[in-house]
């Protein structure tokens, strides 16, 4: 059989989705365009300088790079593409909303006659709606599918490949159409209808925001009755298979849980009482690690570890380590902060090297935890984890 040769087009192709999507796609001998307004980025790409951390991604980018047709801000480029990938970051704010609606209209507008869009950011039912229904969409006959991203960030070029999907589209010829595009990445295909996989991709983030969140209640309920909960999940976890992939307490953020779990209870249930409580957990648990600091830390000096919404990861977007470190200096606390993966300038203040600052203070706190904190010798210290997370 033939191969599929397309031409693909990534908006949004310079970020944390589009951008290993961009060099997978490219890697299985498509023509790729990497769209993106951010010019340090492009610039910096035109280098060779990836913009953030990716499991395997300085190989696939090694690899690819030559190939790619087109790296810059001009949304022109699309007008030959077969497929139009939409990447975006989103949410269900009006700002939001409004900026992607403007851009599909930009994308309709330059798409060739027949041009497939693949939607993969948070979207809504009004959103995908209101794209049908451009009288440009239908004269130029293009086809939709939502394509919800599944992966996780920092291995998603690991898992590209093996987690199957999911297809919502209007008809089952369209299905096939896009199907086939990803049969020629070796990615298996689900096929349901667009409002199921609008809710399959919102449905997937609260779920898990509620499995991180319920931990940190019972957290707070156990420190409220002056129970170790640490010693409470020991014991209750050894050689119990029920309870075998109970997450860690921890900071329950980074970009997409809270804003995909903000998007359900608007799209679907604004009313809900239960999982509204959860962002209450959540804020509780912030509350309640900035109390036990005050009770554990006999002075109020220092050392922060991990600063980024994730373990191994350099991206701090809704970054509640981040939001700690800003509590804890307002609440008077001198904090000197350690993450290999970030900068000064990522942060706006100073981040230090372990080694320089390990003697300043016996005090440590471990907000997001790398693999190579493990390495660290912590003793004679006093040390306050968050989880594992």
Known sequence: MKTLVSKVSVIGGGGHIGLPLSCYIASKNHHVNIIDTNLVTI???????????????????SKVKKSIKYIGPKIEEINNSDFIVITLGTSSSKKDTESFDNIMLNVISNAKIGSKILLRSTLTVKSIDNILNNEIFKKKNLRIAYCPERIAEGISLKELPKIPQIIGVNSHDDFKIYSEFFNSLNIKSLETNIKNSIFIKLFTNTYRYAEFSTVNEFYNIALKNSIDFDEIINLATLDYPRLLNIPSKGFVDGPCLIKDTETFINEYDPGSTFLKSLQVSNNNF??????????????????QLGLS????????????????????????????????NLNSDDVGFKIYKFDEISTLTDNLLVTTYHDEYKNYDFSDKKVLVIGNK
């Not at 912030?286 to 050392?303: E, G, M, P, S």
């Open 43 to 61: 610039n910096n790409l035109k280098k060779d300088i990836l913009p953030f951390k990716e499991v395997l991604l300085k190989d696939y980018w």
């Open 309 to 340: 919404f994730k373990p191994n990861s350099d991206d701090i977007r809704s970054s509640i380590s981040l939001q700690l470190n800003k509590l804890l200096k307002e609440n008077n606390f001198e904090v000197y902060a350690v993450d290999d």
């Open 286 to 303: 912030l509350l309640n690690t900035l109390k036990q600091c005050k009770a554990v830390f006999t002075d109020n000096k220092l050392i």
